[in-house]
Structures are given as structure tokens and as C-alpha cells.
């Protein structure tokens, strides 16, 4: 099905922003937008109308559109809604008594552990935030509901989750290494205290995130 002008703009200024190439707290304009991607500014005015909804920037009469910073309201409420799916997966999983994760996601689990349990771990920032994501993901995809799921990656795209690579960075890597590292086993193993260990990295998170 052919996308129209207003589904293209939305999805091309929406990558902008996500890559950074329209940066957080840059200012452009309707008339910018239109010249960039050759189209009308009548499409252009309805994109960014669903990305103020969604929270992305700020429509400003007379002065342009503010590409808004996260907010450390926003940002915790969107950890706590994500950490809450994970938390309610895991409660389903304990009442279905199935595993918390599939075999491949456990099995993955057990080798990363491992390599963080080395001295030193060589794994790139950016490694550790894509495996971080897909275990969430893969842990909220379990009880099969596709709302949960969708929800999940509205709130991490938000977050811009694959971006924020600071706590995965010094001075905060050694802590935020120990804490996954025990919510990882908690979920792989299938242990009781799950729910303990999702808490304390969703504080961790909200301590660490930019």
C-alpha cells in the first residue's frame, strides 16, 4: 500500500530526529521541513502535529519547531511503564509456570553472562544497550499479547534506548555491569526474585539515564 505525503514526511522527519540529525533543542520551521523533502507544507504541518502528540517537539507560533530535550519526568515515566511490562511478563510466565524466556533468549543469557563476568568485559556500549533492549523485548513478547509489545517499543523508540549508551560507560559501567548481570540470572534461571532485580535495575536506569 502507497504511503501518503503525510505518512513520508512523518517517518523521514521522525528518522531525523531519532538520528540526531535534527538534534534535541534545534529549532526548524514548516518552511525548512517543505524545502528539505520537496513537498507541500500541508503534509509537513500534519506530521509534525502527530509528532508533537507523541512528544517529540513543540509546534511554536512565530518562532518555529523546538525538537524538545527528554525530560527527566518523561523519561522516568517511560522507564516505570517498561519495567512495569517486563514485571507483569515475568508475573505471567510464574502463574502459566513457563520459563521466563525462550530457550534461544536463555541460552544467549547464559553466554553473556559469562563474558561479563570476566575481569574486564570487551563489549561495546552500544552491544550491551541493543542486547539490553531485546531481552526486554523478548521477555515482553512472551505473554503473547501484542498491545504490551507495541507499547514497549513506542516507549524505548521514545527514549531513543539504543542511544543512551552512558550507563554502559564509565563512572557508571562496573555497577550498571553488576546489576543487569543479576537481573539477567534471575530471568534466564527462572529464580523468584525477578521482580526485586527489574526494581532495582529500573532505579539504576533512572539514575544513569541522559
Known amino acids: 500500500m502507497k504511503q501518503t505525503l503525510r505518512e513520508q514526511a512523518y517517518e523521514r522527519i521522525h528518522h531525523w530526529i531519532y538520528t ?5 533543542g534545534s529549532v526548524t520551521s514548516e518552511a525548512q521541513l517543505s524545502q ?3 513537498m507541500s507544507r500541508t503534509p509537513i504541518r500534519a506530521a509534525l502535529q502527530q509528532l508533537e502528540l507523541e512528544g517529540y517537539l513543540r509546534i511554536v507560533p512565530k518562532y518555529g519547531v523546538l525538537i524538545l530535550e527528554s525530560s527527566a ?3 522516568s515515566n517511560l522507564l516505570d511503564i517498561i519495567i512495569s511490562l517486563a ?3 515475568v508475573e505471567q510466565a510464574r502463574f502459566a509456570q513457563t520459563p521466563w524466556l525462550p530457550v534461544t533468549g536463555a541460552a544467549y543469557g547464559s553466554q553473556l553472562m559469562q563474558r561479563l563476568a570476566e575481569p574486564d568485559p570487551v ?3 552500544e552491544a550491551l544497550c541493543e542486547y539490553e533492549h531485546e531481552l526486554l523485548k523478548v521477555l515482553i513478547s512472551q505473554n503473547g ?3 504490551m ?3 514497549f517499543e513506542f516507549s524505548s523508540e521514545r527514549l531513543y534506548w539504543k542511544q543512551n549508551t552512558r550507563r ?3 563512572p557508571h559501567r562496573k555497577e550498571t555491569i553488576g546489576c543487569f548481570s543479576l537481573l539477567l540470572a534471575s530471568i534466564t534461571d527462572n529464580q523468584e526474585d525477578s521482580r526485586l532485580r527489574l526494581l532495582e535495575y529500573l532505579q539504576l536506569l533512572k539514575k544513569t539515564w541522559i
Not at 540526531?20 to 534535541?24: W, Y
Open 20 to 24: 540526531q540529525a535534527l538534534p534535541k
Open 123 to 125: 563489549i561495546q556500549p
Open 168 to 170: 554502559w560507560r564509565a
Open 87 to 89: 514485571m507483569f511478563s
Open 36 to 38: 528539505q523533502l520537496k
Open 145 to 147: 499479547n501484542s498491545e
Open 73 to 75: 519526568e518523561r523519561v
Open 149 to 151: 509489545l507495541k507499547l
